[in-house]
């Protein structure tokens, strides 16, 4: 079978560059977001191959006979049930690395942005209140002089440990295995890395795992002078924890790029003058989305056409 002829679902929304090249590589079908399943036996018969956005649940795998390959958009694979695809012999793949740069250097904008509320500040000076008001309050808070503790050291956990060297932070992670030949100080336990620190980076996949596991007590440990901040996945919060602990000053800011149940935000969120909050960007940049729709594409192209895909995840039965 030519490639052509080769079938690949997309079920429901995908970056434009990717279903472009699909298309030309490929016999695809899209489906509709809420109706990615509504295929007739025939296309579920034919259809060997999948390019999603973080989408594709054990029964909707269960429904393709035919199926080789997943070919996820994102890093992340949380919403692939990678565990259940390779029990079927299904290879699964994603995006990682390309997006390593953008996403530490989101981090440290929305760190700065956090720490010294300058998205405020900016409205502040497009409301007219700078002439009317005069000069826009003094972050309570700076970066000077803070020791960051990253939970989460890996691809993109390094970035962001190196873009904050030159800062002159003191720096610490926890991992469940310590990393090699690193210059950071490795604390055994989260909640130990919460007490020794005042700023704590999520970097983090969603695991069960990984669950709410920034939770009340942790909040309490990282302190007054505390801040959070997460660019991994929104469902390693206990939301209703953090939205506590803002109001009651136990920890003193924080700034979210992803959220439990996205896109919505709770509401309290939008009362809290000590958040920053972004709506899931810090890959989102043309360049970058259009690295990791081109790695989608020819994860396919390589499996198709080789029998070999880049970047497999780790569950996946065949390696690269
Ligand atoms: O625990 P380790 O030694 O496997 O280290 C990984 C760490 N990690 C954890 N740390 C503490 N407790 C856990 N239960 C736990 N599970 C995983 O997270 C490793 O240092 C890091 C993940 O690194 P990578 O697999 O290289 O992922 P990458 O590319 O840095 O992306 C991280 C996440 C993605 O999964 C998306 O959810 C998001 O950032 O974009």
Redesign the pocket.
């Known amino acids: 079978m030519t490639e052509s002829q080769t079938t690949v679902l997309v079920p429901g929304r995908i970056h434009p560059r990717a279903l472009e090249r699909l298309k030309s590589a490929f016999t695809v079908i899209q489906t509709d977001p809420g109706a990615e399943m509504a295929l007739s036996e025939d296309d579920k018969a034919k259809i060997t191959g999948v390019a999603t956005t973080n989408r594709m649940p054990a029964h909707w795998i269960g429904e393709l006979p035919n199926l080789k390959v997943i070919s996820n958009f994102g890093?992340?694979y949380?919403g692939v049930d990678a565990a259940f695809a390779a029990s079927r012999g299904i290879i699964v793949t994603h995006t990682?690395d390309v997006l390593?740069d953008e996403?530490a250097d989101t981090t440290i904008g929305l760190l700065i942005n956090t720490v010294r509320r300058l998205p405020v500040a900016e409205t502040y000076l497009r409301g007219g209140r700078w002439e009317k008001e005069g000069a826009f309050a003094l972050s309570p808070l700076s970066l000077k002089n803070r020791h960051v503790g990253l939970?989460?050291?890996?691809?993109?956990?390094i970035e962001i440990a190196r873009r904050l060297e030159p800062f002159k932070v003191k720096i610490s992670y926890?991992?469940?295995?310590p990393?090699e030949g690193v210059p950071y100080t490795y604390v055994p336990t989260?909640i130990e890395l919460a007490q020794s620190v005042d700023t704590l980076i999520s970097?983090?996949?969603?695991?069960p795992?990984?669950h709410k596991i920034i939770n009340a007590d942790v909040l309490s440990a990282l302190g007054s002078n505390g801040v959070f901040i997460n660019v991994?996945?929104g469902t390693s919060v206990d939301e209703d924890a953090l939205m506590a602990a803002l109001k009651s000053g136990t920890i003193a800011a924080a700034g979210l790029d992803v959220f439990y149940d996205e896109p919505r935000i709770p509401a309290g969120f939008f009362d809290l003058p000590n958040l920053s909050m972004l709506p899931h960007v810090a890959s989102a940049s043309v360049p970058t989305r259009n690295d990791m729709a081109d790695l989608v594409v020819n994860n396919l192209i390589g499996w198709f056409r080789d029998g070999k895909v880049l970047t497999p995840v780790p569950e996946t039965p065949v390696k690269g």
């Open positions: 890093v992340g949380d990682p390593n996403v939970l989460g050291l890996g691809r993109i956990g926890h991992t469940r295995n990393r989260l970097i983090i996949p969603a695991t795992e990984t991994g996945r």
